[in-house]
């Protein structure tokens, strides 16, 4: 069975200072791995995915996640915030089979002036 | 870019009354979905669709049914809704055969139960 772990809740932190939003999973299968974003009163945004190939991805707002396959996990960081990122993000698997998403419960990030 | 497209931003329904919940998306994506979302329990897969008229059961389908009579349209009823369906529902939709494509969301519905 899969699951995906967010360790943390809630995740206050000052602008302009860096950020790590853990995600750990458990799979028996190969997976992919993605982050979604949700700002308040909205629906979730894709931010990244990881499907293959080099183990840091990149978004083009400055997030970035590295897939760590022998620790299984898929942590998101951005070295500097800004009050913008103040939203609740969402770590999902999927199987290399399939079409079903797992998602964690979700970390909300907030960025304090 | 994907349009996934909920037909209520807001609702307010009683106790016992038949809902419905309407997700449409622009993409002739096969697959599509419904999650609940409440605090603290993430999303929550109710049911989903792989093609016309075809459902699988998620990991909450108790009390609710869905029905996806076209490709682009997907459902979701609740029979006789009680106070504990209130939450937000979140429809996507993906394109089939594989895994790795994202789920496209909706804006979500956010749906009172009095």
């Known amino acids: 069975a899969q699951s995906v772990t967010q360790l943390d809740s809630q995740v206050p932190v000052f602008e302009e200072a860096p950020v790590e939003l853990r995600c750990n999973y458990s799979s028996s299968v190969s997976v992919y791995l993605f982050w979604y974003v949700q700002y308040p009163n909205q629906g979730l945004q894709l931010l990244l995915k990881y499907l293959s190939g080099s183990t840091l991805v990149e978004s083009i707002n400055g997030f970035e996640a590295e897939f760590n396959k022998s620790q299984t996990s898929f942590h998101l960081r951005k070295p500097s915030v800004h009050i913008s990122d103040t939203a609740e993000y969402f770590c999902a698997v999927s199987k290399n089979t399939g079409n079903q998403f797992y998602f964690g419960t979700g970390t909300s990030l907030t960025v304090i002036p | 870019d994907v349009k996934v497209t909920q037909s209520s931003r807001y609702l307010v329904k009683r106790t016992g009354e038949k809902v419905f919940l309407e997700c449409v998306q622009d993409?002739?994506?096969?697959?599509m979905f419904w999650y609940r979302q409440d605090p603290g329990l993430g999303l929550r897969l109710i049911y989903f669709s792989y093609d016309v008229k075809m459902k699988e059961k998620g990991d909450i389908p108790e009390g609710y049914s869905v029905s996806r009579e076209k490709k682009e349209r997907f459902s979701l009823i609740l029979e006789s809704a009680s106070t504990n369906q209130t939450s937000m529902y979140l429809c996507?939709?993906?394109?089939?055969?594989?895994?790795?494509?994202?789920?496209?969301f909706g804006d979500g519905t956010r749906l009172s139960i009095l």
């Open positions: 996507a939709s993906s394109s089939a055969g594989v895994s790795n494509q994202p789920q496209h």
């Open positions: 993409m002739d994506h096969e697959n």
